[in-house]
């Protein structure tokens, strides 16, 4: 078994205007989104090792330390027979209902 990274992102800009849509509408998606997910993760639970969602992000360079943003929304750690494998079984997940939204699978090994 092969272990991957995978990363769920959706561009921050798209999700601020998400937040501006009307509460009882992005309630309703939000739901269904959430029932989508809870559906594809018990399909896949024997793959998924963990999943974590995204927080507050800081940058370090050599100039020193800031506040940022980035499109990482979650995280899974997964193991699966290929690399292939590991992304074939992210084709229709339900993340991809947020507009510009993707899904990177990345192989982790050691060093």
């Known amino acids: 078994m092969n272990t991957f990274i995978v990363l769920f992102l959706a561009p921050t ?3 601020t205007e998400w937040m501006k849509t009307d509460p009882a509408v992005r309630e309703a998606a939000d ?3 959430r029932e989508e997910w809870d559906t594809w993760m018990a399909a896949h639970a024997s793959m998924i090792k963990e999943t974590n969602a995204g927080g507050q992000t ?11 943003k980035n499109d990482i929304m979650l995280y899974s750690i997964i193991e699966a027979e290929s690399h292939e494998a590991a992304a074939n079984a992210f084709v229709g997940h339900p993340h991809f209902t947020i507009p510009e939204a993707s899904i990177e699978i990345m192989a982790i090994r050691p060093i």
């Open 31 to 33: 739901k269904k989104m």
């Open 13 to 15: 800009a798209v999700i």
């Open 58 to 68: 800081k940058r370090v360079t050599k100039d020193g330390v800031s506040d940022t």
